[in-house]
């Protein structure tokens, strides 16, 4: 089975860290490394996070099941001196299971395809620099097409959800920080469908369920740890490239 892991890290000597975590893949039982992408250097993402990161996508062939898999993936961190204090805080190896086959599950200690895989430019250019036709198994479309879809500029954004206002203020704060986005409120009668769609919660009104939403662009930021503005600007500036 064809499986894809991303590797990240901003402290230390990163690509060092990355070589030695891949050998250590590479080595595990039932498990061997077809290829390995090319070294991105990234902005962190949220404000917590540090330097600037390296990142990158292993292609893997296995047939380990997915939770065995995160557990060796996690023991490697572990080897590596990954420690978890902080939300996207620094760190010097970060592994993520991002696709298993056609796999698609949502425990609580793991969700594949990763919810992130599918608009995160730092994901997206090395994975599909190695399998650019490889199908998201939710969003149905190659990768290198997701990643295509996030070069437009103005990136086109929309924010549906909630009352009307909210939205409002929602869009008006987010455009003030990114330029490079075009970020309106949204409805499915609007003929042109964004590349993403903010999805930020219910109301008592008449307001699209995220069920209801178009497959492709939509994301639900009431998923997101954080406040709806904070998840926001993660989201834009990993699309974005920021």
Known sequence: M???VGLGGNLGAVDSIFESAVAALDASPGIHVAQISSFYRTEPMGENAGEAYLNAVAELETDTAPLELL???QEIERQHGRERHTHWGPRTLDLDLLLHGETILDFPRLTLPHPGCWYRRFVLDPLAEIAPDVIHPIKQLPMEELRS??????????????????????????????????IKPWSQTDRQIPVIVFWIGPSSG?????????????????EFPEDLSTAARHVLGAALGL
């Open 149 to 182: 879809r996030l070069l437009e500029r103005p990136l086109p954004i929309g924010i549906t959800g909630a009352r009307f206002r909210q939205r409002q203020e929602l869009a008006e704060t987010l455009a003030k920080e990114f330029p490079a986005a075009a």
């Open 71 to 73: 557990d060796r993936l």
């Open 206 to 222: 008449k307001t699209t369920a995220f069920e209801d939403l178009p497959l492709l662009p939509r994301l639900d930021l009431t």
């Open 2 to 4: 064809r499986s894809f």
